[in-house]
């Protein structure tokens, strides 16, 4: 009976002893679980539930060349007549009448082009640039404009489709070179043998779908371009472009803001080539949505 009774109070103590370890035992595991599956503040702040990231990579600027434009062979721009009224003391104005054979202005251009970038509602225009700054679009063969006495001026001007792409056959632009003496009279001078660059597109802002393909422009004039001759430069917002033909581009992939172009003549080696109007800056201004930030 001893030893019965001895054996039962140890077995009895034992299940005892398991019946309140095995619940502690069995809180312990569960604490321990419950702490190591909770996520710390910290971890929880970097790693939401349900949260994705999405990264983006920078896409680099790039140009690339428009798909083939209507042609107009025959089309040509030509200065009938240049008139000037002075205006004050120290100002003149200037008219300039031109004549345009084979090119109907105000017509859209009928090319799917016109719809991959911007294109004016009014049509094809004539392209007025005095003295390489922005050009004023021309819906009408006339322009008027105010210079001061005792200065010279180049004003080129050439036949653009809707969508501001220049005609580029031989006839569709002309320079001229003109000055005004101190008493305000005009002079035709000789126009230049040197090698020149205008700046046309980009220019202005751009907003929404526009700013997908902006149009890269210029006018060159006494210069062919070629692998073995001369070439543009063109640096945009610090990213550097050779164009070895003259060919308008695209401008794909520019961040929306403020564009910086830069265009700029060169020779066979890659220099500088010196001289009036051979490098010409601009900043147009890019944006989703209105207004313009």
Same mark, same amino acid.
């Given at each position: 009976m001893a030893f019965s009774v001895t054996f039962?109070?140890?077995i009895k103590? &034992? =299940?005892m002893r398991k019946y309140y370890i095995y619940p502690a035992l069995c809180?312990? =595991?569960? &604490?321990t679980a419950l702490v190591?599956? +909770?996520? @710390?503040p910290e971890q929880a702040a970097s790693t939401p539930a349900h949260a994705t990231e999405t990264v @983006?990579? %920078? +896409?680099a600027i790039k140009i690339e060349p428009l798909p083939a434009s209507p042609e107009f062979a025959d089309a040509a721009l030509s200065i009938k007549d240049v008139t000037t009224v002075p205006v004050g003391k120290d100002s003149v104005k200037v008219t300039i009448n031109y004549t345009v054979d084979h090119y109907e202005l105000k017509k859209q251009? %009928? #090319?799917p082009t016109a719809k991959e970038c911007n294109n004016s509602a009014q049509g094809q225009h004539i392209h007025f640039i005095l003295d390489n700054k922005p050009y004023a679009a021309l819906y009408e063969p006339t322009h008027s404009f105010t210079v001061p006495v005792n200065s010279k001026h180049d004003v080129m001007s050439f036949l653009s489709r809707s969508y501001h792409e220049s005609l580029k056959n031989k006839g569709a632009g002309v320079l001229?070179? &003109? #000055?005004? %003496?101190e008493k305000g009279a005009y002079k035709k001078l000789?126009?230049?043998k040197t090698p020149m660059i205008f700046y046309s597109r980009p220019k202005g802002d751009y907003v929404g779908n526009d700013t997908k393909n902006v149009l890269l422009d210029f006018y060159v004039y006494n210069t062919t371009l070629s692998e073995t001759g001369d070439k543009v430069k063109v640096t945009i917002n610090g990213n550097a472009f050779t164009i070895s033909h003259w060919v308008p581009q695209f401008i794909q992939n520019a961040p929306m803001g403020s564009m910086k172009v830069k265009l700029e003549l060169i020779d066979k080696d890659g220099k500088n080539i010196s001289g009036d109007h051979t490098a010409v800056e601009r900043d147009v201004q890019l944006a989703q949505q209105e207004p313009m930030k």
């Open positions: 039962v109070g140890t103590c &034992f =299940m809180l312990a =595991m569960g &604490f190591s599956c +909770k996520s @710390t @983006t990579p %920078d +896409k251009t %009928d #090319a001229l070179r &003109f #000055a005004i %003496d000789e126009n230049p």
